[in-house]
Nanobody, 118 residues
Framework: QVQLVESGGGLVQAGESLRLSCAAS????????MGWYRQAPGRQRDMVAS???????NYADSVKGRFTISRDNAKNTVYLQMNSLKPDDTAVYYC????????????WGQGTQVTVSS
């Protein structure tokens, strides 16, 4: 079983920065992909960024150049540095761990609210 606990959300003004953290506990495997998703009111949950244990990253087009995902494998923690925040970035941000077998198992954190005022 895996538990994910996010922290670091809050209220900021447009142009400011925030750093989200997600600590994973339980059985973490080196092949697990960790990442961040977000969900704004009335919208679907979308991928923001993901990272493999060897540092391979993937970003949504809307955040490329502004957000940076990183991972500390020794601490089983993933971070999301968010710069130049925009009101459109307002959403609940969820930490995700994806484990592949012949099928995919996904674990989710409880979410942390990020609000960007204009």
């Amino acid at each position: 079983q895996v538990q994910l606990v996010e922290s670091g959300g809050g209220l900021v003004q447009a142009g400011e920065s925030l750093r989200l953290s997600c600590a994973a506990s339980g059985s973490i495997f080196s092949r697990d992909v960790m990442g961040w998703y977000r969900q704004a009111p009335g919208r679907q949950r979308d991928m923001v960024a993901s990272i493999t244990s060897d540092g391979g990253t993937n970003y949504a087009d809307s955040v490329k150049g502004r957000f940076t995902i990183s991972r500390d494998n020794a601490k089983n923690t993933v971070y999301l540095q968010m710069n130049s925040l925009k009101p459109d970035d307002t959403a609940v941000y969820y930490c995700n761990l994806r484990r592949s077998y012949s099928y995919i198992v996904a674990y989710w954190g409880q979410g942390t609210q990020v609000t960007v005022s204009s």
